[in-house]
Every structure is written in structure tokens, then in C-alpha cells.
């Protein structure tokens, strides 16, 4: 009894570190941070397959764009908005079971073409694999987006 006991108290101290710390994010050089070589990344600018998503695209304004993104992001569950800028928003997303962290950025470059896009990298804080959770939550959003 007293070894389950310890188990379970040293498993708490253990997942409640799950939360990692946060990356290097942001905006430099027109581009978001690369992701790591883990598979548990994906961003819009990455230049390998494993890693690349399809950037959101959009038509109307970049304010207009940004307003429903956040609706989007709003309704998702246990998100936090860390950062909302004019170009930028950063968000935190925490996983129901185990409170892992991922950090979630939109970017709203002006293109030299005139393209209209959002650029996006979602990131685990901690692990190696995410089991494909980054790439669906971008997925969900872009659907949620386009609706």
C-alpha cells in the first residue's frame, strides 16, 4: 500500500512538470520558429515534408481574417491566448488528461505575391511523439475556419 502510495505521489510531481517551458517563439525574419527535429511540429514555412501544413488561406481583410480566427480559437477547448498582435497570436492548448502544452502561432505576413495566408506552427512543449495531435488540431481549426 505505502509503495502505490509513493507511486502515485511521485507520478503527480512527475506529470505536473509536463506543462515544459516555452520555445523561442515569435516572428523573426518574417518567419516562425523551425521546428524541432521531433515529429510532435508542424509549420506552414518548414521545409521538409514531415513537418510542412498547408497555411490557412483567406480572402477579405487581414482584420477580418484575424476577428474569425480568434472566434475559432475561442471555441476550442482549454486554449489560452498568450499573445494577440495585429499580424500575430500566439496560444497555448493543454491536453484534458495529462495538462501537456502546446504552443499554437498564427502569423499574417504581408506577401510580396498578395497572397492572403495565415501562417502556422503548432508545437509540444515536451515529448517526442504527439501522435499526430498538432497537425489534426491545425486541420480542425483550418475546417472551423473555412466553415
Same mark, same amino acid.
Do not use: W
Given at each position: 500500500?505505502?509503495?502505490?502510495?509513493? *507511486?502515485?505521489?511521485?507520478?503527480?510531481?512527475?506529470? +505536473?512538470?509536463?506543462?515544459?517551458?516555452?520555445?523561442?517563439?515569435?516572428?523573426?525574419?518574417?518567419?516562425?520558429?523551425?521546428?524541432? !527535429? +521531433? &515529429?510532435?511540429?508542424?509549420?506552414?514555412?518548414? *521545409?521538409? /515534408? /514531415?513537418?510542412?501544413?498547408? &497555411?490557412?488561406?483567406?480572402?477579405?481583410?487581414?482584420? !477580418?481574417?484575424?476577428?474569425?480566427?480568434?472566434?475559432?480559437? !475561442?471555441? /476550442?477547448?482549454? +486554449? =489560452?491566448?498568450?499573445?494577440?498582435?495585429?499580424?500575430?497570436?500566439?496560444? %497555448?492548448? +493543454?491536453?484534458?488528461?495529462?495538462?501537456?502544452?502546446?504552443?499554437? /502561432?498564427?502569423?499574417?505576413?504581408? =506577401?510580396?505575391? *498578395? =497572397?492572403?495566408?495565415?501562417?502556422? @506552427?503548432? %508545437?509540444? @512543449?515536451? *515529448?517526442?511523439?504527439?501522435?499526430?495531435?498538432?497537425?489534426?488540431?491545425?486541420?480542425?481549426?483550418?475546417?472551423?475556419?473555412?466553415?
Amino acid at each position: 500500500m505505502i509503495k502505490q502510495i509513493i *507511486g502515485g505521489i511521485v507520478s503527480i510531481i512527475f506529470l +505536473t512538470g509536463c506543462s515544459g517551458t516555452m520555445a523561442d517563439l515569435g516572428i523573426h525574419n518574417g518567419k516562425l520558429a523551425k521546428c524541432p !527535429e +521531433t &515529429p510532435n511540429c508542424v509549420n506552414s514555412q518548414a *521545409g521538409d /515534408e /514531415e513537418h510542412y501544413i498547408q &497555411p490557412i488561406r483567406y480572402t477579405g481583410t487581414q482584420q !477580418e481574417a484575424r476577428a474569425l480566427l480568434l472566434q475559432v480559437i !475561442e471555441s /476550442e477547448k482549454r +486554449t =489560452e491566448i498568450l499573445l494577440s498582435q495585429e499580424n500575430y497570436i500566439r496560444v %497555448a492548448f +493543454t491536453s484534458a488528461v495529462f495538462r501537456f502544452v502546446d504552443d499554437v /502561432e498564427f502569423y499574417f505576413p504581408k =506577401e510580396p505575391t *498578395g =497572397e492572403s495566408v495565415i501562417h502556422v @506552427r503548432s %508545437a509540444s @512543449r515536451v *515529448g517526442h511523439s504527439d501522435l499526430g495531435a498538432n497537425r489534426k488540431r491545425i486541420d480542425r481549426i483550418r475546417k472551423q475556419f473555412y466553415k
